[in-house]
């Protein structure tokens, strides 16, 4: 039986390495030994002395706790809860604003190729804000802790880091009292501040199941909610609409980011009159109408959620050429729910992506044009992968910094025949 050297190493030890690249995940690569380190807290090129939090078959995990010889790109966080044990929130504090996009831009050039066979350079692209790193999360959840104290987790934990400030959320959430006060009848507390102006808090009462992640991406509902503070349905302007959508339903995070995604799919589209399109994970439509209204042809949008779907059947209701299908996207290709033939596609997957069996589906309608908004860079380059194998290409792609301070990224990718 064949050891493995990763395992000789303990939870808590300390080891010093000099950091590799960046990887996908918040972390760098580190080596010492044939031993493979993903190493948060660090930059490429640093000397470390790094604590071990993880033994995995194959590789370690650990926080880098010392630095030895730093970065040029190294900062001193604004937060203070973001180091080694604190809040696992931000991932990327500790890194000057302009390395923070070359960070991400490397990421998904390197699973581009790694993943997909794909070779291109990768530039991330900031969003237009006041301040471009702090100030722009818009839609926050707080844990509780069993004190009743309301914190973000832990990296890779359900550890709540009771905490009187975070810095990336947006001003207006900022100035609630939220922090100052304790929850002991919650899980969790939810707050959305929208491009509109209204503010919404929302509770979940305790015991309704696991707590929410740290993580600014994560949409994923959290269980029952009792609101106590704003309106049922909170206002958005974007697209150069207005949207009224509930407080818990998905919208994007950054208050820039719904515009911007939006154009970005009507610039790489080039809708045409006319042209039949297609809106898959369609939320509350904000893609179907920015693509519709230059189309004015016949647009489907397929969302599984009952919330995204009420939103975008009355948000869209003057847009008589609009469907909205409630059902999972795999469901509807698969049923014939949503049936050909069709000019343009637009996706915006959950993490996971969208998979082998709806990139098919995609494929084999024959769309003129796919645009595939993505929110994981690893799951895009899987579904490239599958596009390619299937005869079509990625033609162009912007990615964009949705997420300051963290490891995630937006891609807006062009897929057309090859």
Same mark, same amino acid.
């Given at each position: ?114 993943? %997909?066979?794909?070779? *291109? ?5 900031? $969003? =237009?804000? #006041? +301040?471009?790193?702090? !100030?722009?999360? /818009? ?60 503010? %919404?808090?929302?509770? *979940? ?5 696991? $707590? =929410?992640? #740290? +993580?600014?991406?994560? !949409?994923?509902? /959290? ?60 939320? %509350? ?134």
């Amino acid at each position: 039986m064949i050891s493995d050297p990763s395992l000789d190493f303990v939870e808590g030890e300390r080891v010093e390495l000099t950091v590799g690249a960046p990887a996908h995940g918040g972390h760098c690569v580190a080596r010492l030994d044939n031993r493979v380190f993903f190493v948060r807290h660090a930059l490429p090129g640093e000397r470390i002395t790094a604590e071990i939090t993880e033994r995995h078959r194959g590789y370690l995990r650990a926080d880098a706790v010392e630095i030895l010889e730093a970065a040029p790109d190294r900062v001193t966080p604004p937060c203070p809860y973001a180091h080694p044990g604190g809040c696992g929130g931000c991932d990327l504090q500790h890194v000057a604003g302009d390395a923070q996009l070359r960070w991400k831009g490397a990421v998904v050039t390197e699973l581009l190729q790694r993943m %997909a066979g794909i070779s *291109r350079t990768v530039r991330v692209e900031p $969003l =237009p804000a #006041d +301040d471009v790193l702090l !100030g722009w999360r /818009s839609r926050i959840r707080y844990a509780v802790d069993a004190q009743g104290r309301p914190g973000l987790l832990q990296h890779r934990s359900n550890q709540v880091v009771p905490i009187e400030r975070c810095l990336i959320s947006h001003p207006a959430i900022q100035d609630l009292d939220l922090l100052a006060r304790d929850w002991p009848e919650a899980d969790a507390v939810e707050v959305a501040a929208t491009t509109g102006g209204d503010v %919404a808090v929302l509770i *979940r009462p305790t015991g309704e199941g696991a $707590l =929410p992640t #740290d +993580d600014p991406i994560d !949409g994923a509902p /959290s269980g029952g909610r009792l609101q106590i503070l704003g309106p049922p349905r909170v206002l958005e302007v974007a697209a150069g609409r207005d949207w009224r959508v509930p407080p818990e339903g998905f919208w994007q995070i950054h208050p820039a980011a719904a515009d911007t995604l939006a154009a970005t799919v009507v610039e790489l589209l080039r809708p045409a009159d006319g042209e039949v399109a297609w809106d898959l994970y369609g939320g %509350a439509g904000l893609f179907a109408a920015a693509v519709a209204e230059r189309t004015g042809a016949r647009m489907t949008v397929v969302e599984s959620s009952p919330a995204g779907c009420a939103a975008a059947r009355a948000n869209l209701a003057d847009r008589p050429a609009v469907e909205v299908v409630e059902a999972r996207v795999e469901n509807a290709l698969q049923r014939r729910r949503v049936t050909g033939p069709v000019d343009l596609v637009v996706l915006d997957p959950p993490r996971s992506g969208a998979g082998a069996q709806v990139v098919r589906a995609i494929a084999g309608a024959g769309p003129r044009a796919i645009a595939y908004v993505a929110c994981d860079p690893a799951a895009l380059a899987r579904d490239l992968k599958t596009f390619g194998e299937l005869g079509w290409r990625l033609t162009e792609l912007r990615a964009f910094d949705c997420f300051p301070m963290t490891q995630h990224v937006e891609c807006v990718a062009l897929i057309e025949r090859a």
